[in-house]
């Protein structure tokens, strides 16, 4: 068993706490917009992409419940680069990864939020919502890592309540005689079926990339060696099995050329179904279901900022900590006043891509971080993934490199220069005040 008593931060969360905290991160806002672009991918057979993608997911998946597990430390992704490849620089661009894709997620829920689901309720201006969204959202966390996962299991079951009500309104339908069974089966005309669903894989696998928030706060879990691999695995096949379920209600509901032309896809699955559900309880649903990542999401970035700090990546002043409540304040403000100004850029799409590219280079690296530390022991037991796992894992992470467009390789190029050059920055600031 791991020791407690050389960290900072309070060892609070539980084995159920953490099952409902990835879980409630992978069924994020995503899969209430995901049936429409993977209709457009491959047809009516929403399924398979989702189920592709929890499969390719569960191999790094894998490397992370080995390497969690050895190394229980905030930091995640970046101290596992730190230990295997010894080089301050590439960790650095590992975590600022992660941070890139944390704080931009966080900026794009803000925006999510802010929009036509709470316009349904009240019209305030989007960018203003987004900010005060944000900052509500920056003292839950401040508060502490207990009041936020357990805010966490409410939102987690609001949100499963709302994908739940899509899969029994469409078995209503089914049992009335409705819908189309067939559908589910069928892909595009003039498609390969193997690379729709590759490329409708590439769709699915954001909404599965949600549980290497969860290696941020191992440093805040109670016995992870016995804790992390069973709540990991766990929640993400309960997330595959509820997205599998509602890519097949979805197929037959609606005719594809519908669900892509959609811009709120569960929605309109559930009107039509004749099943009498009010609009308005699946925005108060939506507004939960973002929320919750927005604040899932926020918890990861500012553990990694403050585990990054704790290990000379990032300026000291970020791990620092509230007396009492044991969080790490500067950076849950840092990363927020961060994630406020994105909202002022408005349209995030191109980079929300890019965050995608991104996190497969820090998956790759955790793979191979796992060969790697196989020659370091540690004096307490730990999960062990099998070898072909990892191996495997990279293998999947570069066929769905191979699958990005130019601009996004761009965006990814633009973004690593910009983390290149913040840690050149911090080097020299370090190296100017020894």
């Keep these: 068993m791991t020791t407690t008593s050389d960290t900072k931060l309070d060892r ?9 905290f990835i879980l409630g991160d992978v069924l994020g806002a ?26 390719l997911a ?46 931009t997620s ?17 019209d305030v201006p989007p960018v203003l919502a987004a900010i005060v969204f944000l900052a509500l959202i920056a003292c839950l966390n401040a508060r502490g890592i207990s009041e936020s996962l357990k805010t966490n299991v409410v939102m987690t079951a609001i949100e499963l309540t709302g994908l739940l009500i899509v899969i029994v309104t469409v078995a209503v339908m089914v049992g009335g005689g409705g819908g189309e069974l067939s559908r589910v089966g069928q892909f595009p005309a003039d498609t390969s079926p193997a690379l729709a669903i590759l490329g ?25 060696s016995k804790v992390y691999p069973a709540a990991l695995f766990g929640a993400l096949i309960t997330a595959g099995i509820v997205y599998a379920a509602v890519g097949i209600a979805s197929a037959v509901a609606l005719p594809p050329e519908e669900l892509a032309g959609s811009s709120g896809p569960l929605l309109d699955v559930v009107a039509a179904t004749g099943v009498a559900v009010p609009g308005w309880l699946f925005s108060a649903i939506a507004l939960v279901a973002v929320a919750n990542g927005a604040l899932l999401t926020m918890i990861m970035a500012s553990r990694l900022a403050f585990g990054m700090a704790e290990h000379g990546l990032l300026p000291a002043v970020l791990g620092r900590v509230l007396p009492h409540r044991h969080t790490p ?33 820090v998956f790759i690296s955790t793979n191979v971080a796992v060969l790697v530390l196989r020659r370091d022991t540690v004096p307490y037991e730990h999960f062990r993934v099998w070898t072909a796992i990892p191996v495997l894992g990279v293998g999947s992470c570069v066929l769905l490199l191979t699958q990005q467009t130019a601009q996004v390789w761009l965006f990814a190029a633009i973004l690593l220069t910009v983390g290149a050059v913040l840690y050149l920055v911090a080097r020299a600031t370090a190296s100017g005040d020894t």
């Design 30 to 55: 995503g899969i209430y917009a995901l049936m429409g672009e993977l209709s457009a991918d491959v047809g009516g057979a929403l399924w398979a992409p989702l189920v592709t993608a929890l499969l």
């Design 200 to 224: 409708g894989a590439i769709v699915a696998y954001y909404s599965f990339v949600g549980f290497e928030t969860s290696a941020n706060v191992a440093e805040e879990i109670r016995n992870p």
């Design 58 to 103: 569960l191999l790094t998946a894998g490397s992370y419940a080995e390497l969690v597990t050895k190394y229980p430390r905030a930091g995640g992704a970046a101290v596992f680069a730190e230990r295997a490849f010894g080089r301050p620089l590439v960790s650095f661009l590992v975590g600022f990864c992660m941070l890139a894709a944390g704080i």
């Design 12 to 20: 609070r969360i539980t084995g159920p706490l953490l099952f409902l």
């Design 329 to 361: 304040w500067v950076s849950i403000i840092a990363t927020t006043v961060v994630a406020m100004g994105l909202t002022l850029v408005g349209d995030l799409a191109t980079l929300a891509e890019t965050v995608v590219l991104l996190l497969l280079f």
């Design 106 to 122: 966080a900026a794009g829920l803000a925006l999510a939020f802010s929009g036509d689901y709470l316009t349904t309720f009240i």
